[in-house]
Nanobody, 122 residues
Framework: QVQLVESGGGSVQAGGSLRLSCAAS????????MGWFRQAPGKEREFVVH????????LYADSVKGRFTISRDNAKNTVYLQMNSLRPEDTAVYYC???????????????WGQGTQVTVSS
């Protein structure tokens, strides 16, 4: 069983930056593709970005391309999400997820963190 714990959320003004971290335990981190999803109030959970097990392949939602960057450190069992040029529409709870393969589909992810709130004010 893989446990995922997110950190780094907070409140920023539009145009600001945040860096989210997701620490994994209880499994072999390098066996999992890792991703970030987000859910705003009253909306469905949506895909943000995913990264392959080696880190060599990434998949971004169009809405965050060029602004967000995912990376992973397999030695530290941690995946990161650097978020720049934040917009009010990025406000959501951000969830870390682990899956067997890189995928933008939420239900195909096997493990989830508890989420961390990101709030962007205009």
């Amino acid at each position: 069983q893989v446990q995922l714990v997110e950190s780094g959320g907070g409140s920023v003004q539009a145009g600001g930056s945040l860096r989210l971290s997701c620490a994994a335990s209880g499994g072999t981190f390098g066996n999992y593709a890792m991703g970030w999803f987000r859910q705003a109030p009253g909306k469905e959970r949506e895909f943000v970005v995913h990264i392959s097990r080696s880190g060599g392949t990434t998949l971004y939602a169009d809405s965050v391309k060029g602004r967000f960057t995912i990376s992973r450190d397999n030695a530290k069992n941690t995946v990161y999400l650097q978020m720049n040029s934040l917009r009010p529409e990025d406000t959501a709870v951000y969830y870390c997820a682990a899956s067997r393969v890189i995928t933008p589909i939420a239900r195909d992810n096997d493990y989830w963190g508890q989420g961390t709130q990101v709030t962007v004010s205009s």
